[in-house]
């Protein structure tokens, strides 16, 4: 059976003690970080930007999963990477030119992501599956957590995964939105690897965060 990573999104976290929930992530399991960056622009709210992530980067030495929901991204890919991110994703509305963009998060040495939203289509991706490491899909319209699950997204799921398989290709898909202990099951059984869960991982049981990511890891 495939092992399932799941990437706790701080966007749940306690914006007061940030380090302190990352620590307690990376103790109870987690395999990664997720960081929601929104400019209010691309997505209607605002988070964090790369000092708040330089300062929570000695927390842990779990990877930055930073997730860039801004437009324009190319720009900032640089401050991102400064401050501690090892993987950096980006929308493909957000870049003129996707594989310039690509190629200077590589020329930095992290890893790249491409987030499909809800209503993107794989083809926005399609060629440059070969270049990339992971594909974000958005379950929800991205902006905010605590949103339900769009069911749609699954078949893209299956489509991208079928994909990889065809083409013999590595790429990790990941999906971010709504990840319950319900769709988690779903997802993974379309092949999805990485599941974001800030709401699920941070609210369920009270915030048992072992239980809750442990419960997310099984299918
Ligand atoms: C939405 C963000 C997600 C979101 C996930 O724009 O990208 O990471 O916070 O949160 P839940 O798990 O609450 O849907
Ligand atoms: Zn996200």
Same mark, same amino acid.
């Given at each position: 059976m495939k092992k399932i990573?799941?990437?706790p999104?701080?966007l749940s976290?306690?914006?007061s003690? /940030?380090?302190e929930?990352?620590?307690r992530l990376?103790?109870n399991?987690?395999?990664?970080?997720?960081?929601?960056?929104m @400019?209010?622009?691309?997505v209607?709210?605002?988070?964090?930007?790369p000092?708040v992530?330089?300062?929570l980067?000695k927390?842990?030495?779990l990877?930055?999963d930073?997730?860039?929901?801004?437009?324009?991204?190319? %720009?900032? +890919?640089?401050?991102?990477?400064?401050?501690?991110?090892?993987?950096i994703?980006?929308h493909?509305?957000?870049?003129?030119?996707i /594989?310039?963009? +690509?190629?200077l998060?590589?020329?930095?040495?992290?890893?790249v992501? +491409?987030?499909l939203?809800?209503?993107?289509e794989?083809t926005?991706a399609?060629?440059?599956?070969?270049?990339?490491? /992971?594909?974000?899909?958005m379950?929800?319209y991205p902006g905010f957590?605590?949103q339900k699950?769009?069911? %749609?997204?699954?078949?893209?799921?299956?489509?991208? @995964?079928q994909?990889r398989k065809e083409?013999? /290709? &590595?790429?990790?898909i990941?999906?971010?939105?709504?990840i &319950?202990f319900?769709?988690?099951?779903?997802a993974?059984?379309?092949?999805? @690897?990485?599941?974001?869960?800030?709401t699920?991982?941070?609210?369920? &049981?009270?915030?048992?965060?072992?239980?809750? +990511?442990k419960t997310l890891?099984?299918?």
């Open positions: 990573q799941v990437s999104s701080i976290a306690n914006f003690k /940030l380090g929930d990352i620590k990376e103790q399991g987690a395999d990664m970080i997720h960081v929601d960056v @400019d209010g622009h691309f209607p709210n605002l988070t964090i930007g000092p992530i330089k300062s980067r927390y842990t030495k990877p930055f930073v997730h860039l929901m801004i437009d324009p991204v190319h %720009k900032y +890919i640089k401050d991102y990477s400064d401050a501690g991110a090892d993987i994703t980006f493909p509305e957000a870049t003129e030119n /594989l310039e963009t +690509i190629n998060i590589k020329s930095l040495d992290k890893k992501g +491409i987030s939203n809800p209503d993107t794989i926005a399609e060629e440059h599956l070969d270049k990339i490491d /992971l594909v974000l899909i379950s929800v957590g605590g699950f769009i069911n %749609k997204v699954v078949k893209k799921v299956e489509d991208l @995964d994909i083409r013999k /290709l &590595n790429f990790k990941e999906i971010d939105g709504g &319950n319900e769709t988690s099951k779903i993974v059984e379309a092949g999805v @690897d990485i599941l974001v869960s800030g699920t991982v941070f609210k369920e &049981n009270n915030g048992d965060l072992k239980r809750n +990511i890891k099984q299918i």
